[in-house]
């Protein structure tokens, strides 16, 4: 296995005809409004966002941010902005800053955070699950590698 190859998914199409499009573009503006809430430091915003948050609270969330702020002198990116990390792996397919995994009863969600562009140790996993027409969002993890 290769250095990168943990980032390595298939592409986001291929997804596609397993989660309906209007759900990945909800799912995406659920992890937008999260994303950003980190970003600006608004862990309450979290909070409401989310439908259920595991062991998650506020609190727990703004010790993480803080101490791996403090740890390694960053400031997260907003959701959207260019990410440098783009290899190409031996098939051709590329790395994806945010990925979905199709599941029986909705998809999960991964979505790897930057700084100045550059990709760092933070991932956000949530999972959307399906409630007739809608999804609820469960934040799962945020850990950093």
């Known amino acids: ?80 902005a260019a990410c440098n990390f783009n290899p190409v792996y031996k098939d051709g397919s590329v790395y994806e800053q945010e990925r979905f995994y199709a599941y029986d009863r909705g998809f999960g969600y991964e979505y790897d955070f930057t700084s100045n562009g550059d990709l760092n140790d933070l991932t956000l996993m949530l999972t959307f699950t399906y409630k007739g027409d809608d999804i609820e969002v469960s934040l799962d993890d945020l850990h950093v590698m």
Not at 10 to 17: D, I, N, V, Y
Not at 24 to 49: G, L, M, P
């Open 1 to 80: 296995m290769g250095l990168f190859d943990r980032f390595k998914k298939k592409p986001l199409a291929a997804q596609e005809t397993v989660i309906h499009k209007r759900q990945v573009d909800k799912a995406r503006e659920i992890a937008c409004k999260i994303v950003n809430s980190i970003a600006d430091s608004d862990f309450a915003e979290i909070v409401n966002t989310a439908d259920t948050m595991k062991n998650w609270t506020a609190k727990l969330i703004q010790e993480l941010i803080e101490t791996y702020q403090s740890d390694n002198d960053v400031i997260f990116d907003y959701y959207g």
